[in-house]
């Protein structure tokens, strides 16, 4: 079999670029390891930045997303018993974020290529990359048992942090960056309203809290928990209690119990490789960095990176010039940093840290205080939350 671009992996970033592809007719293949069901039970952040908007849009994908999708003007920090609102629109000239459900983005995304036609290969075993430091890639695959060759011009890697791609690119040739963090975040969902009408982040000496919402009927709430934590320990009695336990006391009033339909701890890192291109394989996404949640920044990098890469793919095709994919990783790259800065700034101030002690305990509360009274400071934390410019 031949196609234009293999795309390896049906996450957002993979089906985001085949959809972005299919609107100027370049042909694409996803082999994706796990069944489509197994891709939408993932449960991940859910704030988009409008950049992130307008790409699903140019991709076709926004239909639901631009009926369903709530736009948050502000946020919140707790700290002191209070919260502190950071207004996202009046700090950035205009600007919001979109929440909706990185699990819906997936779901529209999915339809749409299901709609019009175009092939992926859900359970397809045993993916392998090869030449591509040549002119003629190819990928191989399992099937139902059967062996598998598509030969291509280019491979997209946008099969996340545990792929493939990434670990096909020879160990001289890509550098890592990586920082592991003392705690995880044990998530909830519920079918409750929201305690309040926009996030909620907070810093309490029993740990950081979030509230967050998929919709005015469904929230998302997150605790930090030790790493070695245990879901089964966690009724849902006990979450409802911690969290509310963390929360100023008009927040904590305000939320609605019920009972919990997903739960699930989620370790904290930031990693980024370098570059995110090796001759004709492109990597995207999370195959290339993670970041902590804090600050709902991993489905944004990943439409950026696609952005970046559909932008070269097109002046490949359509005026045979190489200098996009040329640009590509560095780029990406630059993007990428400064939401790695950003999230592990958000986290640094906003968890408990086991060994902090109590210099580090004033230093953060410091910060917290500058930040909700200083305009400047405030505004440098809303820039990043809503997306710096591309
Ligand atoms: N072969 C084929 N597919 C694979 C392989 C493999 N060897 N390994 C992984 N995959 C698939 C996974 O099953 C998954 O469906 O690649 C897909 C990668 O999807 P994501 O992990 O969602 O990564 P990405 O599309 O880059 O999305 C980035 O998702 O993880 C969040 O925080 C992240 O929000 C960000 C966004
Ligand atoms: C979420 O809704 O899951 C969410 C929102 C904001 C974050 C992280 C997660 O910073």
């Known amino acids: 079999m031949r196609t234009q671009v293999a795309i390896v992996g049906s996450g957002p970033s993979g089906l985001l670029l085949g959809q972005l592809l299919a609107t100027i007719g370049v042909e694409t293949v996803i082999l994706e390891r796990s069944s489509r069901e197994h891709v939408l039970g993932r449960v991940r952040a859910g704030v988009l930045e409008q950049g992130t908007v307008d790409l699903l849009s140019e991709a076709g994908a926004a239909t639901r997303l631009n009926a369903e999708g709530l736009q948050h003007s502000g946020i919140s920090l707790?700290?002191?018993?209070?919260?502190?609102?950071?207004?996202?629109?009046?700090?950035?000239?205009?600007?919001h974020v979109t929440v909706y459900g990185q699990t819906e983005v997936t779901h529209d995304l999915m339809d749409k290529r299901e709609a019009a036609g175009l092939a992926t290969v859900y359970?397809?075993?045993?993916?392998?990359?090869?030449?591509?430091?040549?002119?003629t890639p190819f990928v191989t695959y399992d099937k139902d048992g059967v062996s598998h060759r598509i030969d291509?011009?280019?491979?997209?890697?946008?099969?996340?942090?545990?792929?493939?791609?990434?670990?096909s690119v020879p160990e001289r040739?890509?550098?890592?960056?990586?920082?592991?963090?003392?705690?995880?975040?044990?998530?909830?969902?519920?079918?409750?309203?929201?305690?309040?009408?926009?996030?909620?982040?907070?810093?309490?000496?029993?740990?950081?809290?979030?509230?967050?919402?998929?919709?005015t009927h469904r929230s998302r709430y997150y605790v930090q928990c030790p790493l070695?934590?245990?879901?089964?320990?966690?009724?849902?009695?006990?979450?409802?209690?911690?969290?509310?336990?963390?929360?100023?006391?008009?927040?904590?009033?305000?939320?609605?119990?019920?009972?919990?339909?997903?739960?699930?701890?989620?370790?904290?890192?930031?990693?980024?490789?370098?570059p995110m291109r090796f001759g004709r394989l492109f990597l995207v996404g999370d195959a290339a960095h993670i970041v902590p949640p804090t600050g709902a920044k991993g489905l944004n990098l990943a439409a950026s990176d696609v952005r970046y890469l559909f932008a070269g793919l097109r002046e490949f095709y359509r005026d045979k010039s190489q200098v996009g994919l040329d640009a590509y990783s560095g780029k990406a790259l630059a993007r990428v940093w400064k939401a790695v800065r950003f999230s592990w700034w958000m986290t640094m101030m906003l968890h408990r840290f086991p060994?902090?002690?109590?210099?580090?305990?004033?230093i953060q509360e410091a910060e917290l205080d500058y930040l909700v009274h200083s305009k400047a400071a405030s505004t440098a934390l809303a820039e990043n939350y809503v997306g710096l410019p591309y």
């Open 123 to 135: 359970e397809a075993a045993n993916v392998a990359l090869h030449d591509f430091d040549g002119e």
């Open 173 to 215: 040739s890509i550098k890592t960056f990586e920082r592991q963090y003392p705690f995880g975040w044990l998530g909830v969902l519920a079918e409750v309203p929201p305690a309040d009408h926009e996030l909620v982040y907070a810093n309490h000496e029993r740990g950081f809290a979030l509230c967050s919402m998929r919709s």
């Open 78 to 95: 707790a700290f002191d018993g209070r919260l502190h609102r950071i207004d996202l629109t009046m700090l950035t000239g205009g600007k």
């Open 228 to 274: 070695d934590d245990h879901v089964e320990a966690w009724s849902d009695d006990r979450f409802w209690d911690e969290l509310r336990r963390r929360l100023p006391p008009q927040t904590a009033a305000a939320v609605t119990v019920g009972p919990s339909f997903e739960k699930s701890i989620a370790p904290l890192r930031s990693f980024v490789a370098e």
């Open 152 to 167: 291509c011009n280019f491979i997209a890697g946008c099969d996340g942090y545990h792929g493939v791609s990434r670990k």
């Open 355 to 362: 060994e902090t002690g109590e210099f580090g305990q004033r």
